[in-house]
């Protein structure tokens, strides 16, 4: 966007803006940064927004090991032995396998990780499904968007 303004000499504004939060999540390490920051509590959420831990309706399976800054969204469910490593976030209704180790990721809401599968370092796109088993380390992925109907 910005060269295209430039380009154009067109007007571009800033705004100085004290003690504000402003991070470009425009690769996938400053997302991930910015969302740890957002855990380790460095950066303060407008409302009453919970920022990390797990809510009641959120099921975990015997020797579930969550370490460090993680949030866990409603309705998710964590196999026996899973895994997670912060900072990490667990979106909504997520489904993670029976020993599966996610590492500092972000899994979108309604997304499925297989039993044995392993994510470090990845963003896991809406109802996505990594199979049992997989690993992916610095990875993008994400289901291909539906055709339209004609």
């Not at 964590?78 to 997520?94: E, K, S």
């Not at 996610?102 to 896991?124: F, K, P």
Request: charged share 25%; hydrophobic share 40%.
């Amino acid at each position: 966007m910005f060269p295209g303004l430039q380009r154009e000499n067109a007007p571009f504004y800033g705004l100085h803006m004290r003690g504000a939060y402003w991070a470009d999540i425009g690769t996938p390490g400053e997302y991930r940064r910015a969302t740890g920051d957002v855990l380790a509590g460095r950066v303060r959420l407008l409302g009453n927004a919970r920022v990390r831990g797990y809510p009641a309706d959120c099921e975990l399976g015997n020797d579930v090991r969550i370490e460090g800054d993680v949030r866990i969204g409603s309705r998710s469910k964590l196999g026996a032995g899973a895994r997670v490593v912060g900072p990490a976030v667990i979106g909504d209704g997520v489904m993670v396998g029976r020993g599966a180790l996610i590492e500092n990721s972000i899994v979108w809401d309604g997304a499925r990780v297989g039993d044995g599968a392993t994510l470090r370092d990845c963003i896991v796109g809406l109802g996505y499904v990594v199979d049992a088993g997989r690993e992916l380390r610095d990875a993008i992925v994400a289901k291909e968007p539906e055709a339209a109907p004609r």
